[in-house]
């Protein structure tokens, strides 16, 4: 007896999935990367990274069209880097990012799987002031060692 084809589709990626992969392709351009890193103003950058110049990246991750189109928080990511990426699974209509109103002009974009990424339209480059860039930094560097201590020692800020 023969059986009716079944077509399998892979499950749809999540954000997690897309911050892996982005993650991994920041690290072969030697940017180091922290997930769901807060900003001053109450914003949550979804990926924040440094690279060994000090240059700062946030990459805002979208998964969903409503989401994206929703989304008219991001232009409040800008004064927290130097580049702005938006992020996204492949198989997302690209054609948003091309509106005036994503600035094309400024926002680099990348699409990603859970195993890698590729950079579609690179970022433009517009460097912080020296005591956001410091003030950042610090941030950056301070929370990355909270979760390493948080590994290490889940008990040590519960104060034993």
Known sequence: MNSP???IQ???LIAA????GVTRLLLRHDCVALAEVPLEGGRRADLMAIDSRGNIVIVEIKVSRADLLGDGKWT???AHCDRFFWAVPEGFDLRPFEQENFLPSRAGL???DRYDAAVMREAATM???APT???CTLAFARRAARR???ILDPEAESGF
Not at 17 to 20: G, T
């Open 17 to 20: 999935d897309v911050a892996r």
């Open 127 to 129: 460097p912080l002031p």
């Open 10 to 12: 892979p499950d749809p």
């Open 110 to 112: 990348i699409v990603a």
């Open 76 to 78: 409040d990511y800008l």
């Open 5 to 7: 084809a079944v077509s």
């Open 133 to 135: 860039r410091r003030k």
């Open 148 to 150: 390493v201590i948080q």
